[in-house]
T-cell receptor, first 114, second 116 residues
């Protein structure tokens, strides 16, 4: 089946640093999304992207829909301790027929050192 | 507004036992789904439903059953638990019908299941 390759698997950074993570696929996707999971909770939607090249911000978070439609990027600026968690990319693949189902990457685990 | 409510929060089962994980949403969402989360594997879709009376299989459906008798509830049944089903289970819902609107998922807080 279709897969999303998310990297890096984990990051350990100092408070105040910027963070970058990405998600790639061999298939074309129509929609890219980024979710964050706090410890002990379910994921929460951060940003949704619908067009190739689209750049969308949510506070200190900025995500981009890759021009090839096969990748997406998430940047976090000036990290703070509450940014700790697991960040998941997710996408809706281009599909001909059938019901389109969201596919998740394996996640990037972020730790922030004060 | 409670959103998506999952019960129980934790559960320990012996191999071969059965149980039902409960999921309820109060947002009048048509789409509901169950995922399992395992280390290094992200979230994998078990079953989903696009409305009351309609269910379908996801990526990893074996060993699990679902039904959708009401818009609000979408229980997940393990008929004969196996150690391979040890995982964290999440229920999620989203509004509207059709592929265009099932991506903005609202997740419950999860059920941590251990099968011994």
């Amino acid at each position: 089946g279709q897969q999303l390759n998310q990297s890096p698997q984990s990051m350990f950074i100092q408070e105040g640093e910027d963070v970058s993570m990405n998600c790639t696929s061999s298939s074309i996707f129509n929609t890219w999304l980024w979710y964050k999971q706090d410890p002990g909770e379910g994921p929460v939607l951060l940003i949704a992207l619908y067009k190739a090249g689209e750049l969308t911000s949510n506070g200190r978070l900025t995500a981009q829909f890759g021009i090839t439609r096969k990748d997406s990027f998430l940047n976090i600026s000036a990290s703070i301790p509450s940014d700790v968690g697991i960040y998941f990319c997710a996408g809706l693949p281009r599909l001909w027929g059938g019901y389109n189902k969201l596919i998740f990457g394996a996640g990037t685990r972020l730790a922030v050192h004060p | 507004n409670a959103g998506v409510t999952q019960t129980p929060k934790f559960q320990v089962l012996k191999t071969g036992q059965s149980m039902t994980l409960q999921c309820a949403q109060d947002m009048n969402h048509e789409y509901m789904s169950w995922y399992r989360q395992d280390p290094g594997m992200g979230l994998r879709l078990i079953h989903y439903s696009v409305g009351a009376g309609i269910t379908d299989q996801g990526e990893v459906p074996n060993g699990y059953n679902v039904s959708r008798s009401t818009t609000e509830d979408f229980p997940l049944r393990l008929l004969s638990a196996a150690p391979s089903q040890t995982s964290v289970y999440f229920c999620a819902s989203s509004g509207g019908q059709g592929a265009a609107t099932n991506e903005k998922l609202f997740f419950g807080s999860g059920t941590q299941l251990s099968v011994l």
